[in-house]
């Protein structure tokens, strides 16, 4: 991987990983396109733009992380709870559909889902409208949902906000909640894929890591600051025409 290389997968990274259009999804279909093969360098390359879309929650919600809020982060880590024993036991089954078909045909189907879940709560008054009324058992359920997401394509967020719009939660409410759940989640995932690729880190491609690092970090805490003032005005309906298009035309180019 060179320094161009690192720059666009570093800014697709930070765009879409919390937005509900699977930042796997693009990453994959980038890859591809690039003419990147996953290598082990490139691996170690992954856990470093996610280390930095981590960095980028924190400090848009570094007023979260105090004692104050310490019931929030229990029912965060209860969502947490779900993805994290399904994935542990199917690691390796997850990883052996990665591909640009499933990928495409995921992206279609969570656009028809945004769809329809948006025409489902649109007369309904939100239950939640501050992240600290979110109730244990919203939590857990929006866990459940953020389950699918670990079928390529479907996009964490865009389950996890799914999820949460059918228990009660705002749109505003939905995404930060998503937001907050990205830390166990990436946490996990990229401790693991450290553990697995700790080699790979060498003097040789620290530039090209830097690059993806700064730019992944930068984009995805300017993106989570443009999502929130965009869903003040806005549904979630063009996400789903999106993926919808998204998705088709990767059936048309790539099968």
């Known amino acids: 991987m060179d320094v161009v290389q690192s720059l666009i997968l570093g800014i697709i990274e930070g765009v879409t990983e919390f937005l509900p259009i699977s ?99 649109k007369d309904k008054v939100p239950l939640v409208e501050n992240l600290d009324d979110v109730t244990y058992k919203q939590a857990f359920l929006i866990g459940v949902a953020q389950v699918f997401a670990l079928i390529p394509g479907t996009s964490r967020a865009g389950s996890t906000i799914v999820g949460a719009l059918f228990v009660g939660l705002s749109r505003k409410a939905s995404a930060e909640f998503s937001f ?16 697995n690729h700790y080699k790979s880190f060498s003097g040789e491609n620290l530039v090209v890591l830097l690059v ?19 869903l003040q005005k806005f549904t979630f309906v063009a996400f789903g025409w999106y993926r919808i298009i998204f998705g088709v035309l990767l059936l048309f180019f790539f099968i």
């Open 180 to 195: 907050l759940l990205a830390l166990p989640v990436m946490v996990a995932a990229s401790g693991l894929d450290l553990i």
């Open 23 to 121: 930042s796997t999804g693009h990453l994959i279909v980038a890859s591809q396109w690039l003419g990147l093969e996953q290598t082990d360098g490139n691996k170690a390359y992954e856990v470093i733009i996610q280390l930095a879309a981590i960095l980028a929650v924190v400090a848009n919600y570094k007023e979260r992380f105090t004692f104050k809020h310490t019931r929030l982060w229990l029912k965060i880590a209860l969502s947490f709870i779900p993805v994290g024993i399904v994935g542990l036991l199917f690691h390796h089954q997850i990883k052996a559909i990665f591909s640009v078909p499933v990928v495409a045909v995921m992206f279609i189907v969570g656009g028809v889902v945004f769809l329809i879940t948006e025409r489902v709560i």
């Open 212 to 230: 993806g690092f700064v730019v992944a970090f930068v984009s995805a805490y300017i993106v989570m600051k443009l999502f929130m003032a965009f």
